[in-house]
């Protein structure tokens, strides 16, 4: 399967969430709704790697698939509020760059 970029990824979710007349979420909505997908993630990261599992009873969810949601949910509030999450990287990235740029150990690269 071919690579897609954050851009076509971001267009991606607003053709489909564009063919619904409700679009998207306002944004308290949709922060609620990332906080619901990031509890979801943490259950599962519990269950997996941590100390209490699954009851038998419960659906089978995935690491992977609660990631998918948070980056689903992560592009449609940056949709509508038209922001480029490549550009949000970038400028996240430069951050960490700079103001981390000695605060954890590298690995030597010999």
């Known amino acids: 399967m071919k690579e ?4 076509e990824l971001q267009r ?3 053709q489909y969430i564009s063919q619904f007349k409700e ?3 306002s944004p308290l909505a949709m922060l609620a709704r990332m906080s619901e997908e990031v509890g979801e993630l ?6 997996t790697y941590g100390e209490k599992p699954k009851k038998a009873d419960e659906a089978d969810n995935s690491i ?4 998918g949601d948070i980056l689903f949910i992560t592009m449609c509030f940056a949709n509508s ?3 480029d999450l490549t550009s949000a990287h970038d400028k996240v990235m430069h951050k960490f760059n700079t103001r981390d740029a000695t605060r954890w150990t590298k690995k030597n690269t010999d």
């Open 4 to 7: 897609k970029s954050l851009a």
């Open 12 to 14: 991606e979710v607003d």
């Open 23 to 25: 679009g998207y979420f």
């Open 42 to 47: 943490a259950r599962e990261v519990n269950h």
């Open 64 to 67: 992977e698939l609660e990631l």
């Open 81 to 83: 509020l038209g922001i």
